[in-house]
């Protein structure tokens, strides 16, 4: 079992900056690749990025790719999302996912944090 809290979410304007968290609990981070994917109010679910278990890897979806920065701090059990140059349409909830294969999520799921971005 793995526990997933995220946290960083919040209201910012286009152009600016967010870090978001995900802390987890249970069986340990280090053991399983992880995983950002975010849901835009009307749209379904979608991934963001991915990152191996030793972090050695990472895989972005086009839409963030060069914005966007996936990391992870296994000492802390504890998994990052640097979004820069944000915009209007990166607004969404931002859900971490544990034990995914790229961009196919895995069964653990944190509760997500709400990323609002203003033109």
């Known amino acids: 079992q793995v526990q997933l809290v995220e946290s960083g979410g919040g209201l910012v304007q286009a152009g600016g900056s967010l870090r978001l968290s995900c802390a987890a609990a249970?069986?340990?981070?280090?053991?399983?690749?992880m995983g950002w994917f975010r849901q835009a109010p009307g749209k379904e679910r979608e991934f963001v990025a991915s990152?191996?278990?030793?972090?050695?890897?990472?895989y972005y979806a086009d839409s963030v790719k060069g914005r966007f920065i996936i990391s992870r701090d296994n000492r802390k059990n504890t998994l990052y999302l640097q979004m820069n140059s944000l915009q209007p349409e990166d607004t969404a909830v931002y859900f971490c996912?544990?034990?995914?294969?790229?961009?196919?999520?895995?069964?653990?799921w944190g509760q997500g944090t709400q990323v609002t971005v203003s033109s």
């Open positions: 990152i191996t278990r030793s972090g050695g890897w990472t």
């Open positions: 249970g069986r340990t981070c280090s053991t399983v690749d």
């Open positions: 996912n544990a034990d995914n294969r790229v961009i196919r999520p895995g069964v653990y």
